[in-house]
């Protein structure tokens, strides 16, 4: 995991409602008086406190005061891709083995045919069970 530059979630959750429903006007009124009272505030902060690792929180404190320039873009590398590579390589040597498997499989189910079919020319013909 990585501590990026600009945070995703900076804006209050949107509800979405009708312009004519008869609460709206009580609707925004409570929201107003949630978000003055500080209650989203108290549950991010013990929802943080109960549920982040506290290496973790010192982390995202230092990342949020640090002096960080913005660097533009940056040029990908071949380990933005590792992952992405490392299971196409699996997956290429799984379905081989499995390739290899199956002619292994074939090739003892003929052998074992033509013993079978050895067996019953020296018996004359004559096959048992």
């Given amino acids: ?39 989203d505030k108290f549950w991010e902060w013990r929802s943080v406190a109960d549920y982040l690792d506290g290496n973790i929180q010192k982390q995202l404190m230092a990342s949020q005061y640090s002096n960080l320039d913005d660097i533009g873009p940056v040029k990908l590398g071949m380990s933005n891709f590792v992952g992405m590579l490392l299971l196409w390589l699996l997956g290429i040597v799984f379905a081989f083995l499995a390739f ?20 019953g020319e020296m018996n004359g013909g004559i096959k048992f069970n």
């Fill in 100 to 119: 290899l498997g199956e002619l292994l499989l074939d090739r003892m189910k003929r052998a074992k045919q033509l013993a079978a079919l050895e067996v």
């Fill in 1 to 39: 995991m990585k501590i990026m530059i600009e945070d995703i979630y900076f804006q209050y959750t949107v509800a979405f409602t009708a312009r004519m429903w008869p609460m709206l006007d009580n609707f925004n009124e409570m929201v107003v008086m949630w978000h003055s009272s500080g209650l």
